[in-house]
């Protein structure tokens, strides 16, 4: 019967040093830890994920039928977050939006034009592509001379280039790129670089 008595004696205490212990931890160094962890902090508003914010088209240059904040192949537009949605905004301030105000701006690519249209270079092909007035129109006063002196080459570089200049492979000398419609068709070069991602090939 002592045994138990002295465990009954020594409960209390055996409470009571648990008790400061736990207390101890959680107001040490791992407690703040932990607070930190739970606690929320606010989003900034380029992390929103899809479908919390809506980006609107950009504005379109009549003339270059490029967005007219083009700059280095690069252009930005304006993103709006949700209604009832706090995030950070562009300025760092945390804002609760309403859904028409600007959250932060979105980069898009763009492209550098200079004066050359695709359907002028295409139309000249076709119908003037004989006397070289494609060549002369893009740039290359030396092929469009030998296309005129050579009628085209008997007809079948003018086929050959009306091809190219049709699929956009041949452009304008300068390097620039086609004045197309923004929303028209285009073509995209891909590219195989040292950052592309290649799947490793799995044979059986």
Avoid at 130 to 154: I, M, N, S
């Amino acid at each position: 019967m002592a045994a138990p008595e002295a465990a009954a004696a020594a409960g209390p205490g055996l409470l009571g040093v648990l008790w400061l212990v736990s207390v101890t931890v959680s107001a040490g160094p791992w407690g703040a830890v932990a607070a930190a962890a739970g606690g929320d902090e606010t989003v900034k508003c380029e992390d929103l994920r899809m479908g919390q914010y809506v980006c609107r088209d950009p504005e379109i240059n009549e003339a270059t039928q490029e967005p007219v904040n083009c700059t280095n192949y690069t252009a930005h537009v304006s993103c709006y977050p949700a209604p009832n949605v706090t995030c950070k905004d562009f300025s760092g301030n945390e804002t609760h939006f309403t859904g028409s105000e600007v959250g932060f701006f979105k980069t898009t690519s763009c492209r550098n034009v200079n004066g050359y249209s695709y359907r002028v270079a295409v139309a000249l092909s076709l119908f003037l592509g004989w006397l070289g007035a494609d060549r002369f129109y893009l740039g290359y006063p030396a092929l469009g001379l030998l296309k005129f002196c050579t009628v085209g080459f008997c007809g079948i570089g003018s086929l050959i280039d009306f091809i190219l200049i049709s699929m956009q492979i041949v452009g304008p000398s300068d390097g620039t790129s086609y004045i197309i419609d923004y929303y028209g068709t285009r073509l995209t070069r891909l590219s195989i670089t040292n950052e592309t991602f290649r799947k490793t090939q799995k044979y059986p």
